[in-house]
């Protein structure tokens, strides 16, 4: 079996304060993990994947996500927030070889002038 | 370029009458995906279709609840007698090869009412 849980359901931060989003996961595989983000009205996109490969990792619009095996964590994060950071972010868990995906419930980051 | 498409974007129906909501994936993506996303919810898996192979219906919440894709194209997501739990955004995904390359690309969404 696999969960995600995204340890805040909100998040409010000052614009070029750094943004930290918490994930835990669990899964009896090794995961592959993948950080989503859905803008209002707009359909999911995805930021960043850890796929074994490296541990950081860097996605788009400067965010990356550090994968720690010894605290089942994949937390996402950004030096500095932008006002067009706001949205709601979903950290995903793959099944190992399955192509089934498991969403966590999502932040939304609010980002204050 | 296209990416994926869904229809209606928004769909208020009463209770009890079936509606059908449609997904265009991205042309060439073996891969698609339907998921719910209630209010204050996370995604909900519904279903998952792989090229010809059998779908992975394991998400559906009741009979109620069914898809197709034809041709290994457009999908079809028929919710029958629905309910007013059923009110939620249905979100739509492809990606071109399950197996290797999970970037999905998602659909705007299906919101539907349930009155």
């Known amino acids: 079996a696999q969960s995600v849980t995204q340890l805040d359901s909100h998040v409010s931060v000052s614009e070029g304060t750094p943004v930290l989003l918490r994930c835990n996961y669990s899964?009896?595989?090794?995961?592959?993990l993948f950080w989503y983000v859905q803008h209002p009205n707009k359909g999911l996109q995805l930021l960043l994947k850890?796929?074994?490969?490296?541990?950081l990792v860097k996605g788009i619009n400067g965010f990356e996500a550090e994968f720690k095996k010894s605290e089942t964590s994949f937390h996402l994060t950004k030096p500095s927030a932008h006002m067009s950071d706001a949205a709601e972010y979903f950290c995903?868990?793959?099944?190992?070889?399955?192509?089934?995906?498991?969403f966590g419930s999502g932040t939304q980051l609010t980002v204050l002038p | 370029g296209a990416g994926v498409s869904q229809s209606p974007s928004n769909k208020v129906t009463e209770k009890g009458k079936d509606v059908e909501l449609r997904c265009d994936p991205i042309?060439?993506?073996?891969?698609l995906y339907w998921y719910r996303q209630s209010l204050g919810q996370g995604l909900e898996f519904l279903i998952y279709?792989?090229?010809?192979?059998?779908?992975?219906k394991s998400g559906l919440p009741s009979d109620r609840f069914s898809a197709e894709r034809t041709g290994g194209s457009v999908s079809t997501l028929t919710i029958q007698r629905t309910q007013q739990e059923d009110s939620a955004v249905y979100l739509c995904?492809?990606?071109?090869?399950?197996?290797?390359?999970?970037?999905?690309?998602f659909g705007s969404g299906t919101q539907l009412s349930v009155l």
């Open positions: 995904a492809s990606s071109p090869d399950g197996a290797t390359n999970e970037k999905l690309f």
């Open positions: 899964s009896s595989y090794s995961p592959s």
């Open positions: 850890y796929t074994s490969a490296a541990t």
């Open positions: 995903v868990v793959r099944r190992g070889s399955a192509r089934q995906l498991t």
């Open positions: 042309s060439g993506h073996t891969a």
């Open positions: 279709f792989q090229g010809n192979s059998a779908p992975d």
